[in-house]
């Protein structure tokens, strides 16, 4: 497990005008401390966190691995970066388009491995949005297919929706 890790808000502020609020004591008005936990990171992603002070990084607990021994990091919501995760902490490597059931808590799906990292996308729930006609896609290929395909849509952006269980990381930073 990392040593880095992130403090923050055990809420999901919604709206693209959200700017994250901390404080070097680690207090935010109207946010008790009993809101406040800690999450542990992959480095990479405490340095894309870091990296800009103005945005900040969903990021969702890591359920692959047997009830009692998932591996405890949180992963951010990010087709290529669930990859990565996978390969790098869980030894799933993409090259194989051999079936193999889910190893998500609670999930006994079948799927090929090379498409792993898509299956748990969805379960982070994360959606992509047209900022044109605000069509929600599980998937973000699809959304920018149907930005090509849809005439109104051509110049839309594409906006990740997180999922619910997501946690907003990336202005404050503490050691364990």
């Known amino acids: ?37 800690i999450i542990h990171v992959d480095h990479e ?3 894309r966190a870091n990296r800009d002070r103005t945005t900040s990084v969903a990021v969702y607990p890591c359920k692959v691995g047997l009830p009692d021994e998932s ?8 087709l290529k970066e669930v990859g990565t995760h996978l390969r790098k902490y869980h030894g799933i490597i993409r090259n194989s388009r051999d079936t193999i059931i889910c190893s998500w808590l ?30 929600l896609f599980s998937r973000g ?5 149907h930005r090509r395909a849809v005439g109104g849509c051509v110049e839309a952006l594409i906006v990740n929706v997180p999922g619910p269980q997501a946690r ?3 202005l404050e930073c503490a050691a364990v």
């Open 141 to 145: 290929d699809c959304a920018r297919a």
């Open 106 to 135: 609670g999930c006994l799906k079948k799927h090929k491995l090379c498409t792993a990292h898509r299956h748990v996308m969805t379960h982070l729930q994360v959606k992509f949005s047209c900022s044109n006609c605000g069509r």
């Open 1 to 37: 497990m990392s040593s880095d890790c992130y403090i923050e808000y055990n809420y999901l502020p919604t709206g693209p005008q959200y700017q994250p609020l901390v404080s070097t004591q680690g207090h935010v008005p109207g946010i008790f401390p009993g809101d406040l936990e």
């Open 45 to 47: 992603t405490l340095q």
């Open 71 to 78: 591996c405890g990091l949180w992963i951010e919501g990010d």
């Open 168 to 170: 907003i990381v990336g």
